[in-house]
C-alpha cells in the first residue's frame, strides 16, 4: 500500500498511508450476502422435475455471478487499489484498478486543509478531507478519508513545516 521506496525523492519519508474507510465496503459486502442468498434459493427452489433444470440453475448461476462481480468484486478492488499517502514532502493519492492514475500535491503549494464530517462519520471516525493547493485543480475534496482528524493533523503540520522551509520539525 502507499508509495514504493522507489518513488520517494532524496530525504522524502513516508508518515501515514491508507485506503479510504472501510465504509465504503458495507454496500458491496451487503450485495454479496443478498445475492448469494437469493441465488442460492432460486437454485434449490427450481423443481428438479423440471425439464429445463439445469439450464434454469445454470441461468440464476451466471446472473448470480454477474451481480457480484458488479456488485462486490469491482467496489472491493476499487477501495483495495485506491490509496492516500502523506509524505514529507506530498501527499499522494493512487487510484485505478486497470488503469492507474497518480495525483500529487507538493505540500508546498497547499494554501489550506480542512474537514467535513457529518454525524455518522464522526461515529466512524472518518469524513471528507478539503486540501485547497495553489494549482489549477484548486480546491479538492477526499472522501471517506479514515482517522480524518489525525490525517488533517499530519497534513496540517506538515504544510507548515513546508512552509517555514523545515523537514519533518527540524
Given at each position: ?104 500535491i507538493p505540500l508546498a503549494k497547499v494554501n489550506s486543509v480542512s474537514s467535513d464530517q457529518r454525524f455518522i462519520e464522526r461515529f466512524l471516525g472518518c469524513g471528507t478531507l478539503r486540501v485547497e493547493s ?37
Amino acid at each position: 500500500m502507499g508509495l514504493p521506496d522507489h518513488y520517494l525523492t532524496e530525504g522524502e519519508r513516508v508518515v501515514l498511508s491508507f485506503h479510504p474507510h472501510w465504509k465504503r465496503l458495507i454496500l458491496p459486502i451487503l450485495a454479496l450476502i443478498v445475492v448469494v442468498a437469493v441465488g442460492g434459493a432460486a437454485i434449490v427452489l427450481i423443481p428438479g422435475d423440471y425439464e429445463y433444470a439445469a439450464y434454469a440453475r445454470g441461468a440464476v448461476a451466471v446472473v448470480a455471478l454477474v451481480a457480484l462481480v458488479l456488485w462486490s468484486f469491482i467496489p472491493y478492488l476499487r477501495w483495495l487499489t485506491t490509496s492516500y499517502t502523506l509524505t514529507s514532502h506530498r501527499f499522494a493519492i493512487s487510484t485505478g484498478v486497470l488503469s492507474k492514475s497518480d495525483d500529487d500535491i507538493p505540500l508546498a503549494k497547499v494554501n489550506s486543509v480542512s474537514s467535513d464530517q457529518r454525524f455518522i462519520e464522526r461515529f466512524l471516525g472518518c469524513g471528507t478531507l478539503r486540501v485547497e493547493s495553489a494549482s489549477e485543480k484548486g480546491e479538492i475534496d477526499y472522501r471517506d478519508i479514515p482517522k480524518i482528524q489525525l490525517v488533517r493533523q499530519e497534513l496540517f503540520r506538515l504544510v507548515e513545516d513546508a512552509a517555514d522551509g523545515e523537514i519533518d520539525g527540524k
